[in-house]
């Protein structure tokens, strides 16, 4: 048997043993390479006769051939076998529960929305909703705000025309004169959303969010908007005593006004709400001024009420220790991984809020 025989019949018998697609390589190399058995067998030729040249050369090729044959076929069955072994490892039993699949979080700012839902649907509020594309008249002129009220100016509002007819809500209150046009006393209502000023620092972002609130019904009073807020501030922050003070303020649309103060205190760089000397203002209230009313079709001699605009952001970052208000939108993957909520613990009262 001639050498180019012998070594012909090694690499089949490895071919034959090889395992791995790796180890195929390797043969492949050692037969069709530039060096490997074919080449060289070639390169031999050159000192042949011319008969013995032809003969030897169609030998070769006929080696060539059969050896290619054999590999295809190995590549093939260990292809196969291959794929086989890799769905075997892989098969999933999809009627097993899944197991790691809490890869996406709830921004806070969403969180806390609907805890404060859930806390207001305790008490029988309903969600409404308003665009945040806004008119004028809604944003201002109903809610009995006069013509050279500051906060129409343009530094504090984006007007979105030359007109100044339409803009960007500047809070959640127009949704107070749409809720009422749109339905019969009484009304009991929240209403989250996005409000936009010409804003920014670390406390305010040109886009924050408010959650309106309004109860009109036949003998609403200020002591209604209290124990509303009282109970309110003392479910959000999961505490039995809370430490309250209203501040008399103005709003245009409301009469009395009042500003809603939390006592807190720090401990150990951290806001303990409830107690302590320190104050924080966290709503703006007040009872619906009889204007609001009139200008929602509600007649202010049988039904009166109060509202309320809750800052949402502010009391995710009271609630859960963010210092940065403008953190919250940069949409920063790690910041919601860390800041975030679970996608399945959703916020009920009876089951804990954020726990
Ligand atoms: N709209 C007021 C604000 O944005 C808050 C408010 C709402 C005050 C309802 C009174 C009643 O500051």
């Known amino acids: 048997m001639s050498d180019f025989e012998k070594l ?7 071919l ?16 069709f390479g530039k060096n490997g058995l074919i080449n060289s067998e070639f390169k031999k030729l050159g000192s042949l006769s011319p008969e013995d040249k032809k003969k030897v050369a169609s030998e070769i090729n006929n080696a060539k051939q059969e050896l290619t044959k054999l590999f295809n076929d190995k590549v093939l ?9 890799q769905v075997k490892k892989e098969k999933d039993d999809v009627t097993l529960p899944e197991k790691d699949f809490r890869i996406g979080k709830i921004h806070p700012v ?9 806390i207001f649907s305790e008490i ?24 050279n009220h500051p906060a129409k100016d343009m530094h504090d509002t984006f007007y979105l025309d030359k007109n100044m007819k339409t803009l960007l809500r500047t809070h959640t209150s127009p949704v107070q004169v749409r809720t009422m046009l749109n339905g019969k006393p009484p009304f009991k209502i929240i209403a989250p959303g996005r409000t936009y000023r010409s804003d920014s620092d670390q406390t305010h972002t040109p886009m924050f969010h408010q959650l309106e609130g309004l109860h009109i019904d036949k003998n609403i009073n200020m002591g209604h908007l209290k124990g509303c807020l009282n109970y309110f501030v003392k479910e959000f922050f999961e505490v039995d005593k809370i430490k309250m003070r209203f501040r008399p303020s103005h709003f ?20 303990v709400i409830g107690e302590g000397d320190k104050w924080l203002e966290i709503l703006g209230c ?16 049988k039904y009166q009420g109060f509202a309320f605009g809750i800052g949402i952001d502010r009391l995710a970052m009271l609630k859960y220790g963010i210092n940065d208000l403008r ?15 679970d996608p399945l613990d959703v916020p009920t009262n009876y089951r804990g809020l954020s726990k």
């Not at 034959?16 to 037969?31: L, P, W």
Request: net charge negative.
């Open 8 to 14: 012909k019949g090694e690499l089949k018998v490895k």
């Open 124 to 147: 029988g509020f309903s969600v409404e909703e308003g665009p945040d594309v806004e008119s004028e008249y809604y944003n201002f002129t109903a809610l009995n705000t006069p013509e």
């Open 110 to 118: 969403s969180q806390v929305i609907d805890e404060i839902s859930s």
């Open 252 to 271: 245009p649309f409301t009469e009395p006004s009042a500003e809603v103060d939390i006592g807190y205190r720090v401990e150990n760089n951290k806001i």
């Open 286 to 301: 007040g009872m619906v001024h009889p204007n609001v009313l009139k200008n929602s079709k509600v007649d202010p001699k």
């Open 327 to 341: 953190s919250f939108f940069e949409c920063d993957y790690r910041w919601l991984n860390y800041y975030g909520f």
């Open 77 to 85: 069955t260990l292809t196969n076998s291959e794929i086989d072994e």
């Open 16 to 31: 034959n043993h090889a395992k791995t697609s790796q180890e195929v390589d390797i043969i492949r190399t050692n037969i």
